[in-house]
């Protein structure tokens, strides 16, 4: 289903549809802050599945920080769209940015950032970012500065 996209969310190059479900909401009826986290890593995956093809196993990152900042509730049965984008790629780390806005009347729910660290489990420790990597992202979405 092709969704109109917001326009607060025209500047993120991958969008992701999330409906509200009755298990997200809280005692007051909005979803729960803590589904934030949630949606974003819905969100954060499905775009790691396009940059590699769909398999996770050779990806090798680890969440190192999140941020999220509420802005508007979102309620039961709410269609929402996350918008993602790569926006720092350093040397052993890269950032990426979330907005989640409601598809009816384009409102901002939410905004957050995420830290991710390119990490070799068999070894446990952090690695350079691939040039694959750069060189996906880029081709996804175009250069990060």
Do not use: C, W
Request: charged fraction near 20%; glycine fraction near 10%.
């Amino acid at each position: 289903m092709n969704l109109a996209v917001p326009p607060v969310l025209v500047e993120y190059p991958f969008h992701y549809r999330i409906e509200v479900r009755f298990r997200d909401l809280d005692a007051l009826g909005h979803v729960n802050n803590a589904v934030y986290a949630t949606y974003f890593e819905s969100a954060r995956i499905a775009y790691y599945q396009r940059l590699v093809g769909g398999s996770l196993n050779r990806l090798g990152i680890i969440l190192a920080e999140l941020t999220i900042s509420y802005k508007a509730p979102a309620h039961f049965g709410d269609e929402l769209l996350v918008g993602v984008r790569v926006s720092r790629i350093g040397g052993k780390s890269f950032t990426m940015d979330y907005a989640i806005a409601r598809v009816g009347d384009g409102a901002l729910i939410a905004t957050g950032q995420s830290v991710l660290v390119a990490y070799d489990y068999a070894a446990g420790r952090s690695v350079p970012i691939s040039d694959e990597f750069r060189a996906r992202v880029a081709e996804l979405q175009g250069e990060v500065g």
